[in-house]
């Protein structure tokens, strides 16, 4: 998901989700425009508290694909890419796989 910072750097930190991504898909998808949708991926944005290695914790709003918002609860930890002179533009940079192993939570 390089594609929002370009050839700049980009730093990858842990984030706890702050919001329940499946309430906001559920209510994203409800939206006419979305009745026989055919177009680009749907992404939405979900409060997360950023937790970089050397600095003090921030919470910004992480863009994340739909298909991956059913894994997003309040609590779970998932991996994230950011401009490090942009902090408040946060994508979800982690696959199913390894957000189920890092959050057992979900397998219950």
Known sequence: MSFLFGKKQSVQSLAEVLEDG???MNAEMKK???NNYAGR??????AVRVE??????????????????YL???????LVKYDPAKKEQVVMD???AQILE???QLKK
């Open 22 to 24: 499946r309430e906001i």
């Open 32 to 34: 006419p425009k979305y």
């Open 41 to 46: 991926e749907v992404f939405i944005d979900v």
């Open 52 to 69: 970089p290695a050397n600095e003090a914790p921030y919470e910004a709003r992480m863009k994340v694909s739909l298909l991956k918002a």
């Open 72 to 78: 997003l609860k309040p609590g779970v930890r998932v």
């Open 94 to 96: 982690d696959e199913a």
């Open 102 to 104: 890092r959050n057992p």
